[in-house]
């Protein structure tokens, strides 16, 4: 009898174990996060391979590259392609569908350093890394923002770009939305979306008008920045940082305003 | 688990006590597992014998736009006209702008039961959806309704009748032995020529281009001058032929050339000889410049429009963005360059016998526990195929409506006849795009729809983006190359584990499974080994003893 109740109890434990790992594989994956950044110097070292960002420059579209940079922002994950903004000490990358699990774009927190090797493409003007794979460094960098409110209109803002830019003392103006009234923001270019898409707003400079963006994908709805731009007023004086996007020209990606 | 402990206690038969542990083991994990990853079906939908106007119905309905707010607003008035025939009823909207974010969201929502009502789609997308059991409502007894069906008695509104729907686009929205859908708008790929500069090359555009034309003139097109601009636009940028849907592309070369894509059952036949060929003409005009894609480079419309691409071939739905006078643009105005647009049907082997993609969105009904809250959905999709809805939706872009009702109406036709009076509503470019297709509808095909049938359509185009990114990367296109690239296709995709049919296990519906699972079920196996093996030493035992 003794050895019955043994045998039942290990049936048991060997049931209520199988239960329990049941739960455990129905309850979801503990996201697994990277440690945070503390914001040291870009090494301005390149490792062995790796180009610097005037080589980068420099190469053709279509070349082979490989870099090495300091996360600044992530746009999204999906099926295993992560899409980054990147920057050294000398410049900044856009990292297009970048091989990527789902775990190490949890790692890929603001300021770690990567390596990606990959091609140099141009899409509409924009200056990307494409099919990049991605590899983890030592090292911790979180790029300061540059001001280039006085570049906007000039052929100089494209050295800039992709770079985690500030644009200062700038004023809402109007938007028409799709029923003929003036609005402080869009949701997509033309109105024609809804609360979560694509936020499109005006802002000037005093001498020229320019339209903002806050994309969803790298900012969504309920983020500080997607929030404060629903809440902006025509007229509003504004700070605002963000990343400098290309699109047939400046299409800054805005990630904070501050109203002044 | 206490239960299980009573039978247990009992003198069973050690092998009736087995069988039994096996079979509540497996009906616990089962329900577990169902509660995880999936859910219960829903009863078949009925249609209800009456329309229950007393009692308030709150559907959700998950539309598409093209990022056009004329296309939001007539939405809008839909829902805001059709409450007002149906007061209890009320339509939620959710607006995407991208037919994959609806997929993946409805993919996703299958699980919890938690799908829209009412949802623009494709039918390759349907039959994913209905990997679950009872999902999407199978619409021939809704049809038929004598009430509620189309033209039924009972509608509160003047809807077509089924044989007033264009009979080609509704067979579309056949999967398997039923309608799971009806068509919305249609649309084709249209190739927009920059004419001027056909002719400023040497050449004449012929009503309908064929391949060999197409690619001979790209070629031209890349001639520089001394000072290294382009001869033909003297500037820096020319790429003369650029497609923005490189699966389209691929799949009209191969039903126009009779080659094989796949079976309606499923069959996976697109890595054959045609597509090899077809594959190594892409390679010699990417190496030139003379072919790319939007992936690759970008839209269509916006090279075009710069006068820094010939063909562009884009969607009949993208027409309003295609010209020097297009009423949507996305360059700056001074890149503009003035150039005549002419419209033509996608590029064809055979010009005597033409053949062009049909496409555009359809609709599909989602079941519900409550049969009257399908109906009012149905009455809804159904609201969508009035002449009010079609007329004005259909002139927001290059599409057709797909009702004879709305075609034939006179104020469609007046739409028509009034091409080029301005560039706004009688844009010609996009009037003339929808005419390629009515003046074509014989001409249009759909691919077979089967589940996995959106992952094919995907790799179709994924052959064309590799080999051009390839040889602009100077890598050799050869067949060795192209062996590779079908075997890393035809695994990236999952083309050899398709199940095939409609409604067919793919493992794409619920994706792979998560690591912990897998690792329960081999705990599972484990344990399994050892509960018989301690049943049967307990039965040796009893019998030794």
């Given amino acids: ?260 | 688990m206490n239960r299980k402990s009573h039978f247990w206690t009992k003198g069973t038969d050690p092998f009736v006590r087995l069988a039994l542990t096996l079979v509540i083991a497996a009906m616990t994990c089962t329900a577990l597992l169902t509660g995880c990853h999936g859910s219960q079906g829903l009863p078949a939908f009925e249609v209800p014998e009456q329309w229950d106007s007393s009692k308030e119905y709150e559907i959700t309905f998950w539309a598409k736009n093209d990022t056009n707010k004329t296309q939001t607003k007539i939405y809008e008035q839909a829902i805001a006209d059709f409450e007002a025939l149906y007061p209890n009823v009320h339509v939620n909207m959710r607006l995407y702008t991208d037919y994959g974010k609806i997929y993946n969201d409805v993919i996703t929502n299958i699980a919890t039961n938690t799908t829209p009502n009412v949802c623009i789609t494709y039918p390759d997308h349907i039959a994913t959806y209905m990997t679950g059991s009872n999902v999407v409502v199978p619409l021939d007894g809704l049809f038929a309704d004598a009430k509620y069906g189309l033209g039924g008695s009972e509608l509160a509104f003047d809807g077509p009748t089924e044989a007033e729907i264009v009979p080609q686009f509704l067979s579309e929205c056949v999967l398997g032995d039923a309608h799971y859908a009806i068509p919305y708008m249609r649309s084709t790929e249209i190739c927009y020529v920059n004419k001027t500069y056909v002719e400023a090359l040497g050449f004449t555009l012929p009503d309908v281009l064929t391949w060999d034309f197409v690619w001979e003139v790209a070629e031209a097109a890349t001639a520089k001058n001394a000072d290294g601009t382009y001869a033909v636009n003297g500037q820096q940028v020319m790429i003369p032929f650029i497609d923005k849907s490189t699966d389209n592309m691929m799949i009209q070369m191969l039903k126009q050339r009779g080659a094989g894509y796949s079976t309606d059952d499923g069959e996976i036949q697109i890595f054959n000889d045609d597509t090899k060929d077809i594959l190594y003409t892409v390679a010699d005009h990417a190496a030139t410049g003379a072919f790319s894609t939007f992936k690759i480079s970008g839209y269509p419309a916006n090279f075009l429009n710069a006068g820094q691409c010939i063909f562009a071939i884009d969607s009949s739905a993208g027409a309003t963005w295609m010209g020097s006078e297009a009423p949507l643009v996305d360059i700056s105005p001074d890149k503009l360059v003035q150039f005549e647009t002419a419209v033509r049907m996608v590029p064809q082997y055979d010009p005597e016998h033409p053949q062009m993609i049909s496409q555009g969105p359809s609709i599909c009904v989602f079941n519900k526990a409550d049969s009257q809250e399908v109906l009012a959905s149905w009455l809804f999709a159904q609201y969508l195929l009035t002449n009010d809805v079609q007329i004005a939706y259909a002139q927001t872009e290059g599409y057709a409506p797909v009702t004879t009702k709305a075609q034939q109406s006179d104020e469609y036709q007046d739409y028509l006849s009034r091409a080029g009076e301005d560039n706004d509503a009688h844009y010609p470019v996009k009037i003339e795009a929808t005419q390629v297709l009515m003046n074509n509808a014989e001409n249009t095909f759909v691919t077979p729809v089967f589940n996995g049938s959106t992952s094919l359509r995907d790799a179709s185009g994924q052959l064309i983006e590799n080999v051009a990114k390839s040889v602009r990367r100077k890598e050799t296109i050869n067949d060795a190359y192209l062996e590779n690239l079908f075997n890393d296709v035809l695994a990236l995709y999952h083309l050899d584990q398709l199940g095939g049919g409609v409604g067919g296990g793919d493992k794409d519906a619920l994706g792979p499974l998560p690591t912990a699972s897998k690792a329960l079920i081999g705990v599972l196996g484990v344990a399994w080994v050892g509960i018989i093996a301690v049943a049967v030493s307990d039965e040796l035992k009893k019998r030794q003893s």
């Fill in chain 1, 1 to 260: 009898m003794a050895k019955q109740l043994n045998r039942k109890n290990a049936l048991f434990a060997m049931f209520t174990f199988v239960l329990a790992l049941v739960l455990a594989a129905c309850g979801g994956n503990a996201a697994s996060g990277g440690g945070s950044g503390s914001g040291g110097a870009a090494d301005t070292e390149k490792g062995e391979g790796v180009m610097t960002f005037a080589e980068f420059s420099a190469a053709k579209v279509d070349d082979p590259v490989v870099i090495e940079a300091y996360v600044q922002g992530k746009q999204s994950w999906w099926e295993n392609q992560a899409t980054i903004y990147a920057q050294d000490a000398d410049g900044a990358y856009f990292i297009y569908n970048a091989q990527c699990s789902e775990e190490d774009y949890a790692k890929l927190v603001d300021g770690q350093k990567i390596k990606v090797t990959g091609y140099k493409a141009e899409w509409s003007g924009e200056i990307e890394i494409a099919e990049g794979t991605i590899e983890f460094e030592d090292g911790n960098y979180i790029a300061p923002a540059t001001d280039v409110t006085a570049l906007l209109g000039t052929d100089e803002l494209i050295a800039h770009q992709n770079e985690k830019v500030s644009f200062a003392g700038m004023t809402v103006e109007p938007s028409t939305d799709p029923d003929g009234k003036e609005v402080a923001f869009l949701y997509n270019w033309d109105g024609s979306g809804s609360d979560g898409d694509d936020l499109y707003f005006n802002v000037s400079d005093g001498k020229a008008t320019y339209s903002f963006t806050v994309e969803s994908y790298l900012t969504g709805a309920g983020t500080d920045v997607y929030e404060a731009v629903k809440g902006l007023n025509v007229g509003d004086t504004v700070d605002m940082e963000g990343f400098l996007y290309w699109y047939e020209g400046a299409n800054p990606h805005i990630t904070s305003v501050t109203v002044k």
